[in-house]
């Protein structure tokens, strides 16, 4: 962005032909208005007085490297003295075309089209056919015309140049590649576009973005001598930047769509990347160990998109992804009609190696509470959605469900959780209704009551229940239910 404050006003000159007395007076009202922007104009019936050379006054004018711009009104009166080389004009010419075939900065001279042929086409002089001009040949556009101007003036385009980015991740082939980036890039456009098409592109890339999954399964005859916690931990490790994309596209989507179809195909993902989850018939059931690392990514996928929904205050869409049963398939069972909850994770491989880490690099004797909430809080890395955002889900998941265990509260910090705190007023009451389940009050209140008295809650958490109870704002809930 350019910075204006305490710079030098720009000089820029303008060239023309005195046509017609409204051409002069067209002249001198963009001139006027360039002043009143700024610009310090160079015009020769300001500047020249009796007894001045006008060849002189011109000349100068082109060549003195204090004058950044030179405007050149090209209407008909001016092409044919330019191009017969005629008058004032004429020699004016003969400098501006050298300076603009010889010079490198050739962005000095600026054609300004003020007329157009009979064809409708622009009337310019020879030497700057083929130059990039600003069009003012129709007086309706004048206001956009004198700000597209100004901004070349000033050196501030509408259109900013971006900084530029790292390499693609596929030029990089020591790392596993993002599958087809392209199908994102065209989706993204798409978007932005209003395309019709957008919906289209978006299935091709939850396609192409499943098909990444066959690349973290484990072959039969690669599980000699690995051990299964680690091999876990590391591919976990390695989907990170996996993840990360996925999060971009979905917080992506959820910015600018709320149309159903698009989470409707998310569902669907879902029911996709669970298939990876669960041992193929060639590795039999008793090599579920090999597959913790593909139910942990499906567990932190699922947090994620539940984040970015909660984030973009798409709660009929976060509910519809809670509500909808989930229609599973394997090489084992088919067709099994699940609840969210199925996507929840456990993995005592991973837990164990997780839990053993922790002791080797702290000099620690205890056992952690959650090995797996210590991987989520790990792997909590994004700056837009942190661990207190994944807190949030998974209190709104547990309570929700009690089947779902909320590990990751372990590292609460004691402070009300986002949406509760909204849930002061009547909008954001009905709002976590939604996300709870919920019919009313009352239900909230025997559901908070039933986590915090839970085995579970004893089990995998060191807070107190006052403590849980004013993570959830459970002590105004009943001040919140009034405002129904």
């Not at 500047?47 to 004018?61: A, C, N, R, S, V």
């Not at 040949?137 to 501030?156: C, P, V």
């Not at 790292?166 to 599958?179: A, E, G, H, N, V």
Request: aromatic share 14%; hydrophobic share 35%; net charge negative.
């Amino acid at each position: 962005m350019t910075n204006l404050t305490n710079s030098t006003p720009p000089i820029v000159f303008i060239s023309y032909s005195w046509t017609s007395e409204d051409h002069k007076a067209w002249v001198l009202e963009l001139a006027t208005n360039l002043r009143n922007s700024g610009v310090d104009i160079k015009l020769d019936r300001w500047e020249l007085k009796g007894g001045h050379d006008t060849i002189d006054f011109m000349e100068e004018m082109v060549k003195n490297t204090l004058v950044e711009r030179v405007l050149i009104i090209c209407d008909s009166g001016y092409k044919e003295k330019a191009d017969k080389r005629k008058g004032g004009v004429g020699i004016e010419s003969q400098i501006i075309s050298g300076k603009v075939y010889k010079d490198v900065k050739q962005e000095k001279f600026i054609p300004i089209i003020r007329e157009r042929d009979h064809e409708g086409k622009t009337i310019v002089q020879i030497y700057l056919e083929n130059r990039m001009y600003i069009d003012f040949s129709d007086d309706e556009y004048y206001g956009e015309k004198l700000e597209e101007l100004l901004r070349q003036i000033f050196n501030a385009p509408e259109l900013e140049k971006p900084p530029l980015g790292p390499p693609p991740s596929f030029i990089d082939d020591t790392k596993r590649q993002l599958p087809k980036y392209g199908n994102w890039i065209m989706f993204k456009n798409a978007i932005l576009a209003d395309k019709s098409t957008a919906s289209g592109m978006f299935t091709t890339w939850t396609s192409s973005f499943i098909s990444s999954f066959g690349d973290f399964v484990i072959n039969k005859d690669d599980i000699e001598g690995i051990e299964p916690g680690k091999f876990a931990y590391d591919q976990i490790k390695e989907f990170t930047f996996f993840r990360d994309h996925y999060v971009e596209v979905i917080d992506f989507l959820t910015l600018y769509e709320d149309n159903i179809r698009y989470y409707e195909e998310i569902h669907q993902m879902i029911e996709k990347i669970w298939y990876f989850t669960r041992p193929k018939e060639q590795m039999s059931a008793y090599k579920d160990p090999w597959y913790e690392h593909m139910r942990f990514i499906l567990y932190e996928l699922f947090l994620y998109t539940i984040a970015i929904l909660i984030n973009y205050r798409r709660f009929d869409q976060a509910n519809y992804l809670l509500s909808e049963p989930y229609l599973l398939n394997d090489e084992i069972s088919r067709n099994k009609s699940q609840p969210y909850w199925e996507f929840y994770f456990y993995g005592s491989n991973l837990e164990s190696f997780v839990n053993t880490q922790y002791q080797n690099e702290y000099k620690k004797t205890n056992n952690l509470l959650s090995p797996t909430a210590e991987l989520i809080y790990q792997c909590a890395t994004l700056e837009k959605y942190p661990i207190n955002k994944l807190i949030e889900v998974e209190t709104i998941l547990w309570l929700r469900d009690f089947r779902w265990k909320p590990y990751s509260l372990i590292y609460a910090n004691g402070g009300v959780l986002e949406i509760f705190s909204r849930a002061s007023s009547k909008r954001e009451f009905k709002n976590l209704l939604l996300l709870l389940n919920c019919s009313d009050k009352n239900e909230i209140q025997e559901k908070a009551y039933k986590s915090v008295n839970s085995r579970e809650f004893r089990k995998v958490h060191i807070h107190y229940p006052d403590e849980f109870n004013r993570i959830i704002n459970f002590d105004n809930l009943n001040t919140i239910g009034q405002l129904l």
